[in-house]
């Protein structure tokens, strides 16, 4: 069952976005955010009819700014024909409800707006339970403000004797209804959540158990990660230029060139102020980037916030404890950038790293060779390249390399077989006996 946040009305058309900036922020990147909540509004199918950045003096706590600058944008929206207004900025619940009586429109946030593509986004059980989730934490401390109508409606709290149950309005007893069913199903939905939490720890035992390294694919939304995985992998995940298009893992096996095999997997992607509750309602997709040997991060180099995207991927992997983790860049979509400047721009981003770096067009099937060999660098400590004399008597051993490790050449020798082979480590001091 999908919950929704709130009734809107059905018809929202033409959008106002409101940016407003605090103290200390930079106009640079309050631009940058708004642009990209355009992006974002678009993604949900609604007009946007103007766009105002404002930066307050203060932080007040009716409104976010002052009661001068709540009139401009007030009339701004109404010179607009504006249904709805649309602010970049995180709201309160009492925030949403006073501005909303000063619009007398719709508002939203940038939470909301995420929330809403990820809703729509949503096409697997676990992502629809994980998106539940966050939308009921998010509307709950907004509950009150829901059923007043129905108090409007019966004309207050008045009613039977004495107060209580019976003289409160029908808003206060239905919010009371809903508040019970929303705790009851965010409960029954953390219970379902740990259920595939624990399928998909069993999972991961298996792999470790049979030695196979996995490798994380991160980074910022629309960067080309699951067409990354596609073409590495030969998979059909859904690749499209919107935001958001994958809200589930996808793993594939794929064989690197000294022969380990390698599960890749693909998650959800970021972008800069992804809500806390998102996080943590994607904290079992989100454990494939800490648990994994290593991460590969694709950056969308032609964008020109590509360095603060991959900054933003690097703060919300610290916050999930993946801070340490070993990681290759991948800086995507290289084809983008004119020719003449593409040498100069893919060095300057690469100079603010310090973990390796390589460019790809994965469009165009460019680059797939060095990433393979940069997988093949980041596990090297986990194979030993070495020739065994092994007795044809024991040729099952044989049969465990060619299933496990890469057979570079085999001779034979009387009853033996002369094999050279990159093993797993661990395979290969077993086999410290047979070496020659």
């Not at 993604?43 to 600058?69: D, H, P, S, W």
């Not at 509950?143 to 039977?160: E, F, I, P, V």
């Not at 209804?177 to 409960?187: N, Q, W």
């Not at 996808?250 to 060139?257: A, G, Q, V, Y």
Request: glycine content about 6%; proline content about 3%.
């Amino acid at each position: 069952m999908s919950f929704e946040i709130r009734e809107k009305p059905d018809m929202v058309e033409h959008a106002l976005l409101v940016a407003l900036g605090m103290p200390g922020d930079s106009r640079r990147e309050r631009q940058a955010l708004l642009a990209e909540l355009q992006d974002l509004v678009s993604n949900l199918g609604i007009g946007i009819v103007g766009t105002m950045l404002e930066f307050t003096r203060e932080v007040q706590a009716k409104y976010l700014c002052g009661i001068g600058k709540a009139m401009e944008i007030q009339a701004k929206a109404q010179e607009l024909g504006a249904d709805c207004v649309i602010f970049d900025n995180l709201l309160t619940p009492s925030q949403q409800r006073e501005w909303e009586k000063l619009l007398n429109v719709t508002v939203i946030d940038r939470e909301e707006v995420i929330l809403d593509i990820f809703a729509q986004r949503a096409r697997t059980r676990e992502a629809v339970m994980q998106v539940d989730l966050a939308r009921m934490q998010y509307a709950l401390p907004r509950m009150s403000g829901m059923w007043k109508h129905l108090d409007r409606q019966r004309g207050g709290s008045g009613g039977g004797k004495g107060g209580g149950a019976a003289a409160r309005g029908e808003g206060e007893k239905q919010i009371e209804v809903d508040r019970r069913l929303a705790h009851e199903r965010i409960e029954a939905i953390r219970a379902e959540l740990e259920v595939v939490r624990r399928q998909r720890s069993t999972q991961r035992k298996e792999r470790k158990r049979q030695g196979i390294p996995t490798a994380a694919i991160v980074g910022y939304t629309n960067a080309g990660k699951s067409s990354l995985l596609n073409l590495m992998s030969g998979a059909d995940v859904l690749a499209k230029n919107i935001l958001f298009a994958t809200l589930e893992t996808t793993s594939r096996k794929i064989e690197l060139p000294d022969g380990q095999p390698l599960v890749l997997t693909d998650t959800v992607g970021f972008i800069r102020n992804l809500p806390h509750r998102l996080v943590e309602a994607f904290k079992s997709t989100l454990e494939e980037a800490t648990l994994a040997d290593f991460l590969i991060q694709v950056v969308d180099a032609s964008d020109r916030e590509a360095l603060r995207h991959y900054e933003t991927t690097c703060e919300v992997l610290a916050s999930l404890g993946a801070a340490d983790k070993p990681m290759v860049v991948v800086w995507n979509k290289t084809d983008l950038i004119p020719e003449e400047q593409r040498e100069a721009t893919l060095a300057a981003l690469s100079a603010k790293t310090d973990v390796p770096c390589l460019s790809m067009s994965v469009l165009r099937d460019e680059g797939r060779e060095q990433l393979l060999s940069a997988c093949t660098e980041m596990l090297s400590h986990r194979v030993s390249t070495a020739r065994y004399r092994i007795p044809m008597a024991e040729s099952r051993i044989i049969a465990i390399m060619h299933r496990d490790g890469k057979v570079i050449s085999t001779e034979y020798e009387g009853n033996d077989a002369l094999v050279e082979a990159i093993l797993p480590r661990e395979f290969a001091a077993r086999l410290e006996a047979y070496r020659c």
